[in-house]
Structure formats: C-alpha cells, structure tokens
C-alpha cells in the first residue's frame, strides 16, 4: 500500500529524527540505511551534515598540520557532494510520488525545495547539540552559559519556524496550491571533467 502523500514529509518526525541521530551518531559512527525510502534520505543527508561538521572543526585544530588539513579538506570536498546529492534525491524522490499521484505541478513555483529545508533543519539539529553542549559545559567561563542559553532560545525559534514554513509548503504541494521543481546544483568542484586543477590544465 502507497505511502498518502501528506505523511511524506512530517516536519515534526523529520526534527525528531534529526535529533535522534545526532545523539546516537556522538556514540557510534553514523550508518544511514541507505534503502532509497524518503526517511534513509534524510538520514543520510544528516549523516552527511554531521560529518562535515566534525570534519571542519578537525580542519581548525591548531595543532592540525599540512598534510592532515589536506586530509581533512579533501574528506569535505566528498561529504560535501554527498550531501548535495543526497538533497538532490530527496527532492527527486517526493516529486516521483507526486507524479505517481496524478499530481502535476500546479500553483505559484516555491524558491526553496523540501530537500533544501530539510538540509537546513538538519544544521539547526547539529547546532542546537552543540549549543546544549556548551550551556552544560563545566567550568566555563563567567557569562558563558547565559549567551548560549540566549543563542539557543533563538536557534529553537528559527527551527520551529523552520519546519512550520516546511509543513505549510508541502501541505499546499498536496493541494495543489503551490509547486517546486528539482533543484540542480551542478557542483563542479569534484567533476574531473569540469574542474582544471583535476583534468590538468595547466594555469
């Protein structure tokens, strides 16, 4: 039995897996599904994020030397298309149930796709950890704990309102009300066909 469309994506379900993730994934490595179903996509769309989040503060060390930042550079630019693609498919994935619906693009055209919102409340869930992190942080220095609970406060508003604007937009999907389309970025950064450094041209 087919999925009803209005359940694919539950912004509400989409936080809590998010946040879910991020816990579990601070205690054992990330291992998405990988299945093609809208939830694996997500979740490796997150594994991604949380990934690169990790890889980045790594690139920052300052104890971190040349050949470990190349390293580390080199594991972004890969997570990086990861995460592209995987929003890419997201939004692919729910237009495919869209058409198996009978449902044709109708309505004003949204900027932003499910896929991209998504990709941003799954940054919000990795910031929200951190933050939460450092409001328990022992020993942290005087003023510390009330600017975190400050930013956090705000990062929480900006989520809620976040997966509200995504709920609005895919219940008006359903309607017909409003529409989006696959959103290709065309990264050319890993493409050995289109970057120069890595077909070798010479500059």
Request: hydrophobic share 35%; glycine share 4%; proline share 5%.
């Amino acid at each position: 039995m087919s999925t009803p469309l209005a359940t694919l994506v539950d912004a509400r379900a989409i936080v809590q897996l998010q946040d879910a993730r991020v816990r579990l994934w601070h205690e054992a490595p990330p291992e998405p599904a990988g299945d093609g179903s809208p939830e694996a996509l997500i979740e490796a769309q997150h594994a991604a994020n949380f990934t690169l989040w990790h890889a980045e503060d790594e690139a920052r060390r300052s104890s971190a030397d040349d050949a470990s930042i190349a390293t580390v550079k080199r594991q972004i630019d890969r997570v990086n298309q990861v995460r592209n693609d995987t929003t890419e498919q997201i939004d692919a994935r729910l237009l495919a149930n869209l058409r198996e619906a009978g449902m044709t693009s109708r309505g004003e055209q949204h900027s932003e796709t499910p896929g991209m919102m998504i990709d941003r409340l799954s940054i919000l869930s990795l910031k929200l950890f951190h933050t939460r992190e450092e409001l328990e942080r022992p020993g942290a220095p005087a003023g510390h704990r009330e600017r975190n609970a400050e930013r956090f406060a705000t990062l929480e508003e900006q989520r809620e309102d976040l997966a509200r604007c995504l709920e609005r937009l895919w219940a008006q999907v359903c309607a017909g009300e409003r529409c989006f389309k696959q959103y290709r970025q065309l990264k050319m950064y890993n493409d050995p066909e289109l970057n120069p450094v890595l077909y070798g041209k010479k500059t």
